[in-house]
Each structure stands twice: as structure tokens, then as C-alpha cells.
């Protein structure tokens, strides 16, 4: 093949690479949605001061059934609470986009790397897939966000490429996030403290450690918009590193130790997080730990894709690997949300 053949097909991959106007006003649109409704969870109740503890305490059939059959007006009116006040009220407006925009910037980072990589690569991707909820439904407004890889990885280096890039580049967004919401956390009040009942987050291996780094103990304090928004960045990184499937830490696994090993690793993570999530139900009162489970469930069933180029990683990239290890076990909570 010449020279000019070569140029001819690079600049044909780097046009069919490249997305189109309506793709990009189509991706645009998601973010944009998901921005508002992260907004607005901002404010509600538990990572803002809007309330959604209902104000009777039902009893009865009756009452129960009353109750439920209620939530979507109850839903409605809070919701439409929330909007009003952001919009009235410059410091509720200022609180949900704190939270927000710390939560969103942390998002795109851990998309961007997974794309920036597979441009690298030339691997054809989507751009990253925003997916909006209505607040409360989705835990902050958002299930997150992904990209779907559209062609075949060439080797186990770019499925080991691609799959940290994302993690990585989220977890450094969210530690100047991280440090400015632990620096600016304030003591609970003594009576908060003795009566605290609700939805309680359990504080990761990091956000303890710049706690204790600042004389800080988040366990006794009050959250802020910009400590949430890590919170959720830490959890979302810590899911996708978990080693199963077609997650990050499965692509890695499956590029450092090769098919067998991933499978196994699926396998033993199912079963671990069945183990943790009836752990926690019990002793904890977490119901979360269920929700990974089903998630791992499907993951162990689905095949990764095999790469052509089976050659094993460097002596780099297998750093690399301990130091994503070492981020994972920095995000990662076995119960992450209690309820008192």
C-alpha cells in the first residue's frame, strides 16, 4: 500500500469517526436535561434541604393505601417546590448548581477519557450517553452516563487503554471537588446527632482520609452540595471498577490476566456482593447492595469482546493496573446508604 493509499484511508477513518452535527444536538440534548435534573435532586432531600420525609406516619391499611396512592401528586408538588425555590430564590439556585455542575464536570471527565482513548485508538465510539431521571427516581437526577463502542478492540493494550481512562480521569476531577466539600463541611448539632433517622451515607476510604487530613470527622457533620456530588462520583467510579463483565475493572481484569481470570472474577464479584448485600440488609439496614448484585448478575452473562492482539501488557500499564486498584479500594463502600 503507498503512501498516498495509506493518507487516502486514514482521512476516510477520521471522517467516519467523526460525529455530525445531529449527533452532536442529539448527546447535546441528554446533558442538558441531565444537568436540570441533577439541578433540581440538588435541592431535594438527601443531598439538599428541601424535605421529602412525608408529614403524616400511616398506620393502618387504610392509611397506607392512602398514602401510596398519593406519592405521585405528593411527587408533582414537590418537584414542582423545588423548581419555584431554584428559581426564586438565589440560594437554593446556587446550591443546586453547586451540585450539579460538580457532579456533571465529574461525568464528563469519566466519559471524555473513555472517548478521548478510543479516538486514540481509532476505536468508533458514540459520544458519551447522558441518561437523565426524574429527581429522586435516579439517586442524583441521573443514572450517570456511557459510550458505546461500535467496532472491534485491536488489542488487549487498548481494551486496558480504554477502560481506565475513564475512572481515572473522573477520579482526578472529583478531588478538588472532594477537598473543597470536605473543607467547607460544618458539625452536626448535638440534637441532630442523638435524633438522626433518614438516609444516611456511608463516608468512603477518601473522603475519611481528607477529613482526617483536615481535623475533619465527616461522619459528625453536615453534607454540602460539592460533598455529595464527590460522594456520587466516588460510587459511580467504584461500580465501574468493580471487575466483571463489560465494566472498566472488567476490561481491565480481562487486559491484565486474560478470558479465563475474568470470568472467574465476575463469578466470585457476584457472588461477594449477594454475600454483602444480605449482609447489610440485616445488620445495616442497606438495601442498596441488592441493586449491584442484579447489576453484576447481568454483567457475568454478557461475553467481552476478544481482541485480535492477545500480547500481554507492559511493566507500565501493569502499574497502572495496581494504581487503579488502589482508586477502587479508595471509592469503594460496601454499604453505601443507610437508612435509620
Known amino acids: 500500500m503507498g503512501i498516498n493509499e495509506r493518507q487516502v484511508i486514514d482521512e476516510m477513518v477520521a471522517k467516519s469517526l467523526r460525529p455530525s452535527?445531529?449527533?452532536?444536538?442529539?448527546?447535546?440534548?441528554?446533558?442538558?436535561?441531565?444537568?436540570?435534573?441533577?439541578?433540581?435532586?440538588?435541592?431535594?432531600?438527601?443531598?439538599?434541604?428541601?424535605?421529602?420525609?412525608?408529614?403524616?406516619?400511616?398506620?393502618?391499611?387504610?392509611?397506607?393505601t392512602q398514602f401510596i396512592?398519593?406519592?405521585?401528586?405528593?411527587y408533582v408538588g414537590l418537584v414542582g417546590t423545588a423548581?419555584?425555590?431554584?428559581?426564586?430564590?438565589?440560594?437554593?439556585?446556587?446550591?443546586?448548581?453547586?451540585?450539579?455542575?460538580?457532579?456533571?464536570?465529574?461525568l464528563i471527565s469519566h466519559e471524555m477519557g473513555h472517548y478521548i482513548a478510543c479516538r486514540l485508538y481509532r476505536v468508533d465510539s458514540t459520544l458519551p450517553f447522558f441518561i437523565p431521571t426524574p429527581p429522586m427516581v435516579g439517586p442524583a437526577g441521573t443514572f450517570g452516563a456511557f459510550i458505546k463502542i461500535r467496532t472491534p478492540l485491536p488489542s488487549r493494550r487498548a481494551v486496558f487503554d480504554i477502560g481506565v481512562a475513564g475512572p481515572i480521569a473522573g477520579f482526578l476531577a472529583?478531588?478538588?471537588?472532594?477537598?473543597?466539600?470536605?473543607?467547607i463541611l460544618e458539625p452536626l448539632p448535638p440534637e441532630l446527632l442523638a435524633n438522626a433517622s433518614g438516609i444516611t451515607f456511608s463516608d468512603p476510604l477518601l473522603l475519611r482520609l481528607l477529613g482526617y487530613l483536615a481535623g475533619i470527622d465527616p461522619a459528625v457533620s453536615t453534607g454540602n452540595p460539592f460533598y455529595f456530588a464527590a460522594w456520587f462520583g466516588l460510587l459511580v467510579t467504584a461500580l465501574n471498577l468493580i471487575p466483571s463483565g463489560q465494566l472498566d475493572g472488567g476490561h481491565a481484569v480481562y487486559a491484565v490476566f486474560g478470558e479465563f481470570v475474568h470470568r472467574w472474577t465476575g463469578r466470585l464479584a457476584f457472588v461477594a456482593m449477594v454475600a454483602l448485600a444480605t449482609t447489610g440488609w440485616i445488620f445495616f439496614n442497606s438495601p442498596s447492595g441488592f441493586l449491584l448484585a442484579i447489576l453484576l448478575g447481568v454483567m457475568m452473562k454478557i461475553p467481552h469482546p476478544v481482541p485480535w492482539d492477545q500480547s500481554p501488557l507492559d511493566k507500565k500499564r501493569k502499574a497502572v493496573a495496581f494504581l487503579t486498584f488502589v482508586i477502587f479500594v479508595l471509592c469503594f463502600l460496601p454499604f453505601p446508604i443507610q437508612i435509620k
Open 21 to 64: 452535527a445531529r449527533t452532536w444536538l442529539k448527546h447535546l440534548a441528554f446533558l442538558i436535561v441531565t444537568f436540570v435534573t441533577s439541578t433540581i435532586a440538588g435541592v431535594l432531600y438527601p443531598f439538599g434541604p428541601i424535605s421529602i420525609l412525608p408529614d403524616t406516619d400511616p398506620q393502618t391499611f387504610t392509611e397506607i
Open 83 to 106: 423548581v419555584s425555590s431554584i428559581l426564586s430564590d438565589p440560594a437554593y439556585l446556587r446550591h443546586g448548581l453547586s451540585f450539579s455542575l460538580s457532579l456533571m464536570f465529574i
Open 69 to 74: 396512592l398519593s406519592l405521585p401528586v405528593r
Open 174 to 183: 472529583l478531588l478538588p471537588i472532594a477537598v473543597i466539600g470536605v473543607l
